[in-house]
């Protein structure tokens, strides 16, 4: 973990927080260990050691709670370590005692061998010892059938118990990466095509590595735009980037920096901040002497998550989204699944607070996802 001193970039934090767009970053910011730089060039004063930054903290978390077992399990097991041991010894007695002490036969279907074994056999827990492991990894295994795989018993048996789902965000009940979800086209020059905005947007973005560019690239792709080659293009320290397309300067960058820069009409930033507004990161272009077109890019929501939290919520159970995204957005993809409750802007050891806080009013709480 750090704090930069020099240079802007963006910096994807979904892997720590599950921000699902890169947060710009400049002196003076904060980052975490695990994160990753996205395009241009960052000196970071380190303020964490290695075995106490955030990574570290969240493996340390993960191991805390893969060691606890079963409370059912752990009893069998203590039970078990006194009892077998115990079962053992007595017949070894029975098998040994009345031949040498009494003259009785060892050997033969009546010898006292085989009626020590007989009472091992029925003495011994092993019914009891391995009911429960077995009936746990068949539950177990049958849940793995339906694509579920649970990490041990103690897991599986607070199941029944819970009352509360607790969701990450991004990667969980959201697709895990950005889509352009809203394209408008505000040109008024006359001389632009449908896909115009899309088309020299791409040309730029076809040099550059931002998940934002991804979007916007893969739209044109799924469209079948023809990109143009582009010139002269320069990345504008996390607002977006300008070149020249087809002769024609171009700039693809966010509604603050055509704010400053560029006026625009009113309806377009309306519409922009009608964007915003939903929760999305709202992207414009412009070549020549206007805007062309208002792109609406958001990650979206999973296939069968609204179905899913319908079903938790028939049984009588709250859920509960713990993201470290913005509230805007985490309240759009919230309205959008049907969540009871969300929050938002927490980093890893909030979400953990907010599980314990959970589990006060709930008694037992399942959480969802890699948060």
């Not at 994160?35 to 990574?55: C, M, P, Q, S, W």
């Not at 029944?160 to 950005?178: H, N, Q």
């Not at 077109?293 to 069968?304: I, K, L, N, W, Y």
């Not at 985490?330 to 049907?338: D, H, K, L, M, P």
Request: glycine content about 10%; proline content about 4%.
């Amino acid at each position: 973990d750090g704090v930069v001193l020099a240079g802007q970039s963006a910096v994807d934090e979904a892997a720590i927080t599950g921000e699902s767009m890169p947060v710009e970053k400049a002196p003076g910011a904060a980052v975490f260990a695990g994160t990753i730089n996205t395009h241009g060039a960052l000196e970071v004063e380190v303020t964490r050691l290695a075995a106490d930054n955030t990574l570290s903290r969240m493996v340390a978390l993960v191991q805390e709670a893969q060691s606890r077992q079963a409370p059912v399990q752990r009893f069998i097991d203590r039970f078990a370590r006194t009892y077998t041991p115990a079962v053992a010894v007595v017949a070894a007695l029975v098998a040994a005692v009345p031949p040498l002490l009494f003259g009785q036969p060892f050997w033969g279907e009546q010898g006292w061998l085989m009626r020590a074994l007989q009472m091992l056999v029925i003495a011994c827990p092993c019914a009891l010892v391995i009911s429960t492991p077995v009936s746990l990894v068949s539950a177990m295994t049958n849940a793995a059938s339906h694509g579920v795989l649970i990490k041990g018993g103690r897991t599986l048996e607070a199941l029944s118990r819970v009352g509360a789902f607790a969701f990450d965000k991004t990667g969980t009940l959201t697709a895990g990466r950005p889509v352009v979800t809203d394209q408008i086209d505000v040109c008024t020059c006359g001389e632009c095509g449908e896909d115009c905005g899309l088309e020299h947007a791409a040309a730029l973005e076809a040099q550059s590595a931002h998940p934002l560019a991804q979007a916007l690239l893969a739209e044109a792709q799924a469209r079948h735009v023809v990109v143009p080659r582009a010139e002269n293009v320069t990345v504008l320290s996390g607002r977006g980037v300008e070149g020249r397309v087809n002769g024609r300067e171009v700039t693809v960058a966010s509604h603050a920096y055509f704010d400053e820069r560029f006026p625009h009409p009113v309806s377009t930033c309306q519409r922009a901040a009608g964007l915003a507004a939903e929760g999305k990161t709202v992207i414009m272009v412009r070549h020549g002497d206007g805007v062309c077109t208002v792109f609406g890019v958001a990650d979206v929501q999973r296939p069968g998550g609204r179905q899913v939290v319908a079903d938790l919520k028939a049984r009588g159970i709250h859920t509960v989204m713990l993201t470290g995204d913005g509230q805007a957005v985490a309240a759009e993809i919230g309205r959008q699944v049907g969540i009871d409750e969300v929050r938002a802007g927490l980093l890893p050891e909030d979400k953990v607070s907010a599980v314990a806080a959970l589990r006060r009013e709930y008694q037992a709480v399942a959480m969802v996802g890699d948060g």
